[in-house]
């Protein structure tokens, strides 16, 4: 009986690697992924497809380790001998980026930087045996496009307008360079914002649907946003995994935006949450200077067709179908919440997180 493929993914507790995780197992892999040491629980978004390893039939297992930690990399590497490597690990938040820039610029690009060399000794020293077909995927971002002008596609040029954004350019550059220079199956994935119920909860998508069922259920009264004019190419991160596994299944490496080819801003955002719960977002959200990013990137929008023609690819959630999965979600955990404040029952404090 012929082992089943196995999927490494860095970054698995995050949105992306939690679906990712899903599909694989659905698809037969057996999956490993790489969790960050915390005092604290934070495999939430994958504890549902957790099994302990001691039952039969368990196919995710889970490591410690970090981008920022290339010598144990290599040795998961080593025990694991994945067939793809999935790098989505990453400090994502593009407004904190400005307040963190050596740690973003450390994990984000020199992580990946670790991540690829570690591949490249871990082949090398086994290019007969089942390492040597060890297909990478580098998680891009839309944001390295920066103010580059609507629409993009892999041939726009990048103009990053965060330590993030730029972060993630030379992440880009060195899975490109790797993928030249030593022959290895590198594909970037360009992947405009995508959203869903896990997203965390200081990111504007789901700071806007929780506020909005919140107040609709009378547990908070104000929301405090930035810019509401910035464009941005939404999308449903579960269709977006199956893009990046895809790539990994191509005959050769390469470069691909995945987005859904609409742009809204934040405002048509803020309408459609607030509006779906009959509510007027006007007479709820304040401007607040602090969400303001030191350097705006206005208008995001992709185009995709390069993943359509050569992958056969395409979003399948509409962008108000994704609005309404997103609130319809946070509105039942803000039903819970009541519950518990209404009987008194120690729980989840309520309280709007700051991105700080």
Request: charged residues 30%; glycine residues 8%.
């Amino acid at each position: 009986m012929q082992s089943p493929p196995k999927a490494l993914i860095v970054g698995i507790t995050g949105q992306d690697g939690s679906y990712l995780a899903e599909l694989l197992l659905d698809k037969g892999y057996e999956v490993h992924g790489i969790v960050r040491r915390a005092s604290t629980f934070n495999t939430g978004r994958i504890d549902h497809i957790y099994k302990d390893p001691h039952e039969k039939g368990a196919r995710l297992r889970l490591h410690y380790g970090d981008l920022s930690d290339g010598t144990n990399l290599r040795r998961i590497l080593e025990k694991v001998r994945p067939s793809e490597v999935y790098n989505l690990g990453a400090q994502s938040h593009v407004r904190v980026s400005f307040d963190e820039p050596e740690y973003t610029a450390d994990v984000v690009a020199t992580g990946t930087l670790r991540l690829l060399e570690a591949v490249r000794d871990h082949m090398g020293q086994d290019r007969t045996g089942p390492s040597s077909g060890v297909r990478v995927y580098q998680a891009g971002s839309s944001e390295m496009f920066g103010s580059a002008s609507p629409p993009q596609s892999e041939s726009t040029p990048f103009h990053p307008r965060s330590p993030y954004a730029a972060s993630k350019v030379a992440a880009h550059w060195y899975a490109v360079n790797y993928r030249e220079a030593y022959g290895m199956f590198v594909a970037n994935g360009i992947l405009f914002n995508h959203e869903s119920p896990r997203r965390g909860e200081t990111f504007v998508t789901r700071k806007i649907t929780r506020a909005a069922a919140r107040i609709k259920l009378g547990l908070e009264d104000k929301l405090y946003l930035g810019n509401l004019d910035a464009k941005r190419d939404w999308g449903y991160a579960k269709d977006f995994v199956e893009a990046m596994w895809l790539m990994l299944q191509a005959k050769e490496a390469d470069d691909y935006v995945i987005a859904t080819g609409e742009s809204h801003s934040v405002r048509e955002l803020l309408e459609k949450a607030f509006g779906y719960l009959e509510l007027d977002y006007k007479k709820h959200v304040e401007i607040d200077p602090r969400y303001f990013r030191p350097a705006e990137v206005d208008h995001l929008l992709g185009d995709a067709s390069k993943a359509r023609t050569k992958l056969g690819w395409k979003p399948k959630v509409t962008f108000d179908e994704l609005v309404t999965i997103m609130v319809d979600y946070d509105l039942d955990r803000a039903r819970r919440d009541l519950a518990i404040r209404d009987s008194k029952i120690p729980g989840r404090s309520g309280t709007e997180r700051d991105d700080w």
